[in-house]
């Protein structure tokens, strides 16, 4: 099976520090994608990438930016994080071969004090 | 664009009576869907998918899903529901030949016993 490592599974920052959130992906696959989940407001996409050094804005990408210099690691950033960025956030990797679909990593729970 | 309502966001049962989450999609080329699950404190785990062929869609945990076209609806059906189904499931819609999935709410499924 197909492993999707999100680094932390919760992290407590403090206002306007700078965070990462790191996800690993253990196939060659190209494309994956960074979602926030909040309650009520389902997942939203804030950013995505389908291959090394190529992202494209989700729907809420405003407050993030990423990195992708390998194909196997695609890194979330938070450039000053503020307290309405706390929430979760899961990564996510897709493949059309041999099952289409999507894996997701199990999450990191952002608390920004 | 597309989007996702899921028209219950919350739905409470008791244990062993059959169960219906429902879930409507506009897009305005053909789709994929998707329904997952979301234990507490887990990542998204892919509970079935359409993606062609026959419109009822059989998936894990007893689970299945019908997709009707005409009326932009893919509703998520349990015959008999078990407390170990106490979850929160989301649906979601990608375009064929796209990779960005759009979720809905998200629908919080309490099994009472």
């Known amino acids: 099976d197909v492993k999707v490592t999100q680094s932390s599974r919760y992290l407590v920052k403090r206002t306007g520090e700078k965070v990462f959130l790191e996800c690993v992906q253990d196939m060659d696959h190209e494309n994956m994608f960074w979602y926030r989940q909040d309650p009520g407001l389902g997942l939203r996409l804030i950013y995505f990438?389908?291959?090394?050094?190529?992202?494209e804005k989700g729907d809420i990408p405003e407050g993030y930016s990423v990195s992708r210099e390998k194909k196997e690691r695609f890194s979330l950033i938070l450039e000053s994080a503020s307290t309405n960025q706390t929430s979760m956030y899961l990564c996510a990797r897709f493949a059309r071969q041999p099952n289409y679909g999507y894996t997701f990593g199990s999450g990191t729970r952002l608390t920004v004090v | 664009a597309q989007s996702v309502t899921q028209l219950d966001s919350q739905v409470p049962v008791f244990e062993e009576a059959p169960v219906e989450l429902r879930c409507n999609y506009s897009?305005?080329?053909?789709?994929?869907l998707f329904w997952y699950v979301q234990y507490p404190n887990q990542g998204l785990q892919l509970l079935l998918k359409?993606?062609?062929?026959?419109?009822l869609v059989k998936g894990i945990n007893g689970f299945e899903a019908e997709f009707n076209k005409s009326q932009t609806s893919f509703h998520l059906r349990k015959p008999s529901v078990h407390i170990s189904d106490t979850a929160e499931y989301f649906c979601a819609v990608s375009d064929q030949g796209a990779q960005k999935l759009v979720f809905g709410q998200g629908t919080r499924l309490t099994i009472n016993p």
């Open positions: 990438s389908y291959d090394v050094k190529m992202k």
């Open positions: 359409y993606l062609s062929g026959s419109t």
């Open positions: 897009s305005s080329v053909s789709v994929y």
